[in-house]
């Protein structure tokens, strides 16, 4: 139990450093908002089904992507403008981590439910329905985005950050995709592992 504490501590910690003082509250809020709501889905389910410390971590690192980008607004994270600097690049690209991150983490979540479930027996068919769920969580985000657009205008730009790109929904959605094969080729088998010696 703690190690489980730990990772409780390190959320509601990086939490509260990415609340003291961001650019902007609003787009704040929005951003760190579904890392909010899923912390408390997993504190309120974790007696049913207690993902593995491994998927626990993961969902901690996408926690603190989320945070830091809601602290500085995803198109001005300084280490990414540095980056953008260093490399000739024409846009700051940490919002592309955080999309791969979206698409990495869903990734292992779903698996595992599968898995423990006894949902999908088939590992290839596991790997079709793992990818097809993190690219519809994708879509449905980039629907949020829109909404959230729509109903707050220029307020909103700084949530959307898409710093002119107007391919940036359609990059955004490859990247969670990507972000979810490399998550089964990269940790698939150690995942699968994991699962069965807990």
Same mark, same amino acid.
């Given at each position: ?7 409780? !501590? ?16 609003? %787009?704040?809020?929005?951003? $760190? ?11 309120? %389910? ?21 945070? $830091? ?13 540095? !980056? ?25 979540? %779903? ?10 027996? +088939? ?7 793992? $990818? ?6 994708? $879509? ?14 220029? +307020? ?24 979810? !094969? ?15 010696? +807990?």
């Amino acid at each position: 139990m703690k190690k489980y504490i730990f990772l409780i !501590i390190l959320f509601i910690s990086t939490f509260i450093l990415s609340a003291i003082n961001p650019k902007d509250y609003f %787009t704040w809020m929005l951003e $760190v908002f579904p890392a909010v709501i899923g912390f408390i889905l997993l504190i309120f %389910t974790f007696k049913k089904f207690q993902f593995t410390y491994l998927t626990y971590v993961f969902i901690l690192i996408h926690c603190i992507i989320l945070f $830091v980008g809601g602290h500085y607004t995803y198109a001005e994270v300084p280490l990414f403008d540095w !980056i953008k600097d260093i490399f000739h690049q024409d846009r700051n690209n940490y919002d592309k981590i955080g999309h791969f991150a979206q698409g990495f983490v869903p990734a292992m979540i %779903t698996r595992e439910i599968l898995i423990r479930k006894n949902i999908v027996s +088939s590992n290839n068919w596991l790997s079709v329905f793992t $990818v097809s769920i993190c690219m519809s969580i994708s $879509v449905l985000y980039e629907f949020l985005e829109w909404g959230v657009a729509l109903g707050t205008g220029e +307020s909103a730009d700084a949530f959307l950050g898409s710093q002119g790109d107007v391919w940036d929904t359609q990059a955004d959605m490859l990247y969670a995709t990507i972000g979810a !094969i490399c998550m089964i080729l990269l940790l698939g088998k150690i995942q699968r592992k994991t699962i069965l010696n +807990s």
